[in-house]
């Protein structure tokens, strides 16, 4: 019935789901700066520091992505 349409929408969310974690994993997991809230992204072994202002403190920051996989 509407499965075109379905398959379509469903395997471009897949693709781009796929998409998103290839660049996560390449560049590594996205902090937030507890000071300026400047977006920080840093691989496992880089010191915790914000790039921006040198803040030492950074919150991990959780993708709406991961929602949308537990709501299916
Ligand atoms: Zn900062």
Redesign the pocket.
Known sequence: MNSGAGAAGSAEQQEAMKQQVASSLASGITYE?G??A?KVQLRPRDPIL?Q??G?RILYKVRTARLQQYEAR
């Open positions: 700066c000071d300026c400047a914000c921006s202002c803040y």
